[in-house]
């Protein structure tokens, strides 16, 4: 599915929170008739999946947290002196798109430019809303929700992700039957860097259960997205 206001999803006029991403993920399942799912959600969609698990236990059977930093008040405090990810000033000669590229270069595996292409063209799409899901990570509060969860949950991050490694141990401390997972070399783009490895552990978390309908959150983009 795509998240509120990135993708082919309706773009609504104010900026949108974590909970009123989570509200769409819920709408979403109620359209199509789904009450139970297990949810993997990775960076922005972990935390958007997160808020679903906290506030509507009884629609997650099963977790998986890819990639999700946690947001308490020192993180947040710490994110309000820093210039938000992805933000940029449109020019008349194009170059913010390499603006765009060089931004996020850094956090990327060296020579995969597919995936930074993959990127860029779902920023151009989200339009002056690529920020959005940032900010709204940055103002949640992870702190009131994370006790609250009661399925069991499995975090996974790339031990190249600078975002988001740091706090997996600290994060699992915090989700009561959570268990951790780092691959090794894995950057921001761990879905698309690592696709076998990182369904096979997906998988194998899941496995045991008679095939549970998996809702795989992302980032931005319906092309990285899939039901």
């Known amino acids: 599915m795509d998240t509120i206001g990135y993708g082919d999803s309706y773009k609504p006029k104010k900026n949108c929170t974590i909970e009123d991403y989570a509200k769409g993920v819920v709408t979403f399942l109620n359209s199509l008739g789904i009450s139970i799912v297990s949810l993997v959600g990775h960076h922005t969609g972990g935390v958007i999946a997160l808020e679903v698990a906290a506030s509507y236990p009884e629609r997650v059977d099963k977790l998986v ?19 938000v ?67 069991p949950t499995l975090l996974i991050c790339g031990t190249e992700d600078p975002f988001s490694y740091p706090h997996m141990e600290r994060l699992a401390a915090a989700i009561p039957k959570s268990k951790t ?16 490895k990182f369904a096979k552990v997906v998988l194998d978390f899941l496995d045991g259960r008679l095939k549970p309908l998996t809702v795989k959150l992302c980032e931005h983009s319906l092309s990285e997205s899939s039901v």
């Open 65 to 83: 947290l890819s990639a999700v930093p946690y947001v308490d008040e020192e993180e947040r405090l710490k994110r309000r002196s820093k210039k």
């Open 181 to 196: 997972l780092a691959i090794e070399g894995g950057t921001v783009a761990i879905v698309e860097q690592m696709p076998e």
């Open 85 to 151: 990810v992805d933000s940029y000033e449109l020019k008349n000669d194009g170059t913010h798109l390499l603006d765009l590229w060089r931004g996020r270069q850094p956090f990327y595996p060296p020579n995969r430019p597919d995936l930074l292409m993959r990127f860029i063209m779902d920023a151009i799409k989200a339009g002056e809303k690529v920020v959005e899901g940032h900010l709204a990570v940055s103002n949640y509060r992870m702190e009131d929700k994370v006790g609250l969860i009661r399925c």
